[in-house]
């Protein structure tokens, strides 16, 4: 099946003093007023690969500016080691130079406005439901996915898993109480937001209805909740698109039915990993509909037969895939159906991946294309074997 046009790229609604996620190899520029000798000596230096677990970061909570200070005690961990023995100030200005790098000035711009956005809605806004802001284990997850996850095996996990297609994995998760209070809440925001007259920000330029959950207190909750729920079954299913370091996240919830969008076209997210999860309420129609994972460079071939699935939302279920798993919904035929959408982003993969070529062992035409490459190499071995032997007999 080719597709009939480009995939378009769901461009995300940049995070509040987060930036866009991407760690990158230094050399740093050097900046007017900046320690120069003390930064010159670490110039060359590279990130490493995987975080400094046992390394505690310094406090960043004095420092002020568009980054909030969880991205430098993050970022910290994966310093060279000769760095982690240097100065505060030495080290900010290190990570400062890094991000900056990829983060031009117009996006801190946005960035900003966002962020004074974001901080007149939490000063303004009385949640409706106050224990969605804390994470509750036992009363948002199922006990099922919650023995699963917290035996941290990948047997476990695995067993109440169902894999319709690789890649692709589905499993139910929430409570009906949670699903229940999250859509009242953002029932109530979206009230309150007409009611005060401001401009609501929407998930993406794909959806035209719906909420960013970050945008009005729920980011730390949320967090959490990739965290200790969501990166376990990551580095377990995606270690090849960086799943056991997902460090940044866009939540949000998107609304399909009469006078909201109906349907979404065929794309791929702005995400390593992402979780849908149906919150309801009564729909018909809505599949979701997948057409295989693709690197940047192949996202417009052609799909393969067995690439090919639709799966059914069930309030509750949550669906786990490929941030570049092609996929599309079709259209609500009748309801109003409601879905809690994360998008788990690995900083370190996104870096790592600037300086890879071969993406065979998630991109599913790289695969194709390195195995033809292999049947071709032993055929021209064979070939060249058969004339040596045919000469040797002459």
Known sequence: MALDGPVERRDEIQQAAMGNGNSVAPP???????????????????????????????DYSDVRGEYAPAVYSALERHLPPSLLEADRDVK??????????????GERNKVQ??????????????????ELYNMHPSAFFLPTFLEAVRSNSEESIGSIMTVPIPGVYSFAMLQPTFCEMLLEEVENFEKWVHAMKFKIMRPNTMNKYGAVLDDFGLEAMLNQFMEQFIVPISKVFYPEVGGGTLDLHHAFVVEYGKDRDLELGFHVDDSEVTLNVCLGKQFSGGELYFRGIRCENHVNSETQ???????????????????????????????LR??????????????????????????????REKMERQSQSVKATKMAFLRGAGGAMI
């Open 305 to 335: 037969h067995e690439e090919m699935y639709d799966y059914s939302h069930v309030p509750g279920r949550a669906v786990l895939h490929h941030g570049r798993h092609r996929h599309g919904a079709r259209a609500t035929s009748s309801g």
């Open 92 to 105: 900010l200005h290190f990570m400062r130079d890094i991000l900056a790098r990829y983060w031009p000035q």
């Open 28 to 58: 740093p520029s050097r900046s007017a007023g900046r320690p120069l000798a003390a930064m010159a000596a670490y110039a060359e230096r590279r990130l490493r690969l995987n975080p400094n677990t046992e390394y505690k970061p310094q």
């Open 113 to 130: 406005r966002h962020k004074e956005y974001r901080q007149r809605i939490l000063h303004l806004y009385k949640p409706l439901h106050q």
């Open 338 to 367: 409601i879905n809690l959408l994360l998008w788990c982003r690995s900083s370190v993969f996104r870096e790592m991946k600037k300086y890879q070529k071969d993406f065979s062992s998630w991109c599913g035409e790289c695969q």
